[in-house]
């Protein structure tokens, strides 16, 4: 049985906020708050290297428990090179146990909204995909997605303008407003 990968673009823009809020908590108070970024990019790097072999249940879980990782082993080198004191304490930024309910719902509706961009995606052609998730996705600059797929910065503009109306319909003919 072949199972489908899923779209990594989409999984990023889903769950990069929740993977930054991670990273940051936990390298709070250790000399390193500014490799936050850095260790979400680290974790999502591997991802594009090697995707597990059988895919998670809850990927936001297992993107947060990969961002802990990543974290535990940069201040693992950075203690190995002194420069790092102490390991941090990882207390979370959110009362889990007061509004449990409304974080309930609320990823409900953030996961049933990922899994209607993620089919979005398909509307669009591979250099769109690209395009987009380049430049909206990873946040590179027009200039260098051009030089990178050897077409000129005006040709990434349009493709990411088309790939965006696309998206923008598609989502709308599929319910949903307020993701593109």
């Known amino acids: 049985m072949t199972t489908e990968l899923p779209d990594l673009g989409a999984l990023?823009?889903?769950?990069?906020?929740?993977?930054?809020?991670?990273?940051a908590v936990m390298l709070r108070g250790t000399g390193h708050e500014d490799s936050a970024e850095d260790v979400v990019q680290a974790v999502v790097t591997k991802l594009v290297g090697a995707m597990p072999a059988e895919p998670p249940q809850n990927w936001e879980a297992w993107l947060i428990q990969c961002v802990k990782n990543q974290v535990?082993?940069?201040?693992?080198?950075?203690?190995?090179?002194?420069?790092?004191s102490k390991e941090p304490e990882v207390t979370p930024e959110w009362g889990m146990e007061d509004d449990f309910a409304e974080?309930?719902?609320?990823?409900?509706?953030?996961?049933d909204a990922g899994v209607k961009v993620r089919e979005a995606l398909g509307c669009l052609t591979a250099k769109e995909r690209?395009?987009?998730w380049s430049v909206c996705g990873k946040e590179q600059s027009q200039t260098d997605v051009a030089r990178r797929l050897?077409?000129?910065p005006g040709r990434v503009s349009?493709?990411?303008k088309s790939g965006l109306n696309k998206l923008h319909q598609q989502m709308q003919q599929q319910g949903v407003?307020?993701?593109v």
């Open 150 to 152: 050897g077409i000129s």
């Open 12 to 23: 990023y823009l889903r769950h990069r906020a929740a993977m930054y809020r991670m990273a």
């Open 103 to 111: 974080q309930v719902a609320e990823r409900v509706v953030a996961e």
């Open 177 to 179: 407003h307020d993701v």
């Open 72 to 84: 535990k082993d940069l201040l693992k080198l950075a203690s190995t090179r002194r420069e790092v």
């Open 158 to 160: 349009q493709l990411k």
């Open 130 to 132: 690209e395009v987009v």
